[in-house]
Structure formats: C-alpha cells, structure tokens
C-alpha cells in the first residue's frame, strides 16, 4: 500500500476512537480515487435478537464510511460533512465472521453527494445495498 493510502486509512481509523464506529468495530481498510472501504465484525454485539446482524448496525456502517468518504473527498478544511438521508435494502442475513462495506460516489455535486454502499461478506455476497446523500456545510 502506497503512503498516502496509508496515510488517509490512518486519519479515518484515528478520528473513530471513542465513537460509535470504534464501538462497533469498524475499520477502515481500503481507498481509492472514487472508494472507500470499511469492514466490521459481525458478533453478538451488532446481531438483533435471533442472532443474525442487525439492519441498523449495517447502517450504522453504511453511513459511516459513506460520510467518511465525502470527508476524504471534499476539502474538510471547509466544509463539515453530513449524512441527510439514508436508504437500505438488506438482502441476505449473516451471523459470523465479517461484513464489508464499500462506498462509491454516485454524484458529487457542490452541496450534495450521492453515495452507493454495498455491503458483503467475506465471499463478496451481497448483505445490503444503501444509499447515502450527504450535504456539504460551509465552515464559518
């Protein structure tokens, strides 16, 4: 991995601490011009009741790494990125192992983007499939 891949997953990973990312177990693993890549284990901690992940943990994910990604790709020394609206459709269950999420832009306008987060399994199965419009706010 070159250094400033390395560098980017540094920031994203060292901003979650103390968050509900780090709560959840999510690391960020993978970046390209147009992605960004998180996984998350699936344990007890993130299952609903019957033992298989939780939807809201899958888009807890999604947001995550699709808001970090509008950070990654927008210049964060001016504007704060926010997620305004999320839609998920949740495919398959899983109960173990990992889930990985991978953010591509869809559109990048000046105020708004539109982002598409697959969720899979470790066998690249897909879990879920969420969209993700985040809005860009200018720093005063």
Same mark, same amino acid.
């Given at each position: 991995?070159?250094e400033?891949?390395e560098k980017?997953?540094?920031?994203?990973?060292d901003?979650?601490?103390?968050?509900?990312?780090e709560?959840?177990?999510? &690391?960020? +693993?993978?970046?390209g011009?147009?992605?960004?890549v998180?996984?998350?284990?699936?344990?007890?901690?993130?299952?609903?009741p019957?033992?298989? =992940?939780?939807?809201? *943990? !899958?888009?807890a994910?999604?947001? !995550?790494?699709g /808001?970090?990604? /509008?950070? +990654?790709?927008?210049?964060?020394q001016k504007?704060?990125v926010?997620?305004i609206e999320i839609?998920?459709?949740h495919?398959?269950g899983i109960? &173990?192992? &990992?889930?990985?999420?991978k953010?591509m832009?869809l559109?990048?306008g000046r105020?708004?983007? =539109?982002?598409e987060?697959?969720?899979t399994? *470790?066998e690249?199965?897909l879990? !879920?499939?969420?969209k993700?419009?985040?809005?860009?706010?200018?720093?005063?």
């Open positions: 991995m070159n400033y891949k980017i997953l540094k920031v994203c990973n901003i979650t601490k103390g968050t509900l990312m709560t959840l177990g999510i &690391e960020y +693993i993978d970046v011009e147009n992605f960004l998180a996984k998350m284990p699936v344990t007890p901690k993130v299952h609903q019957d033992g298989v =992940l939780h939807g809201g *943990a !899958s888009v994910l999604a947001e !995550s790494v /808001s970090a990604a /509008s950070y +990654i790709f927008l210049d964060a504007f704060y926010r997620g839609a998920a459709n495919v398959k109960r &173990e192992g &990992e889930v990985f999420a953010a832009i559109h990048k105020t708004t983007q =539109l982002w987060i697959k969720i399994d *470790a690249g199965a879990v !879920s499939v969420c993700l419009t985040t809005i860009a706010l200018p720093k005063t």
